[in-house]
């Protein structure tokens, strides 16, 4: 059984920073992983992606030169580590992954991803 937990999302200051955690248990090897967020009222987005097997990344815009994805594969945990951060920024931000199709990379950017954690609030003031 696949599981995954956040943890890290808090409140801060424009400019600021946060690591957003992800504890993954169940996943086979050869996965895709990533992070999204959702702001009230907007559809939810894709803000990085990890092949955890060689570590291919892609960001989207908004975080790119900002945030940083990475796995601790001895500890199973993604991290998301968010530098800069915006008020735009503001949003639930969900740790998702998937294992069904042996890490093609393809699929990893699609990002229609089988198994999603419950979220975790990060709140950025002006």
């Known amino acids: 059984q696949v599981q995954l937990v956040e943890s890290g999302g808090d409140s801060v200051q424009s400019g600021g920073s946060l690591r957003l955690s992800c504890a993954a248990s169940?996943?086979?090897?050869?996965?895709?992983m990533g992070w999204f967020r959702q702001a009230p009222g907007k559809e939810r987005e894709g803000v990085a992606t990890?092949?955890?097997?060689?570590?291919?990344?892609s960001f989207a815009d908004s975080a790119k030169g900002r945030f940083t994805i990475f796995k601790d594969s001895t500890k199973n945990i993604l991290y998301l580590e968010m530098n800069s951060l915006k008020p735009e920024d503001t949003a639930m931000y969900y740790c998702?992954?998937?294992?069904?199709?042996?890490?093609?990379?393809?699929?990893?950017?699609?990002?229609?991803?089988?198994?999603w954690g419950r979220g975790t609030q990060v709140t950025v003031s002006s």
């Open positions: 998702a992954a998937d294992d069904r199709y042996g890490g093609r990379w393809d699929r990893c950017l699609r990002e229609e991803y089988k198994y």
């Open positions: 169940g996943l086979r090897y050869r996965n895709c």
């Open positions: 990890i092949r955890t097997s060689d570590a291919l990344i």
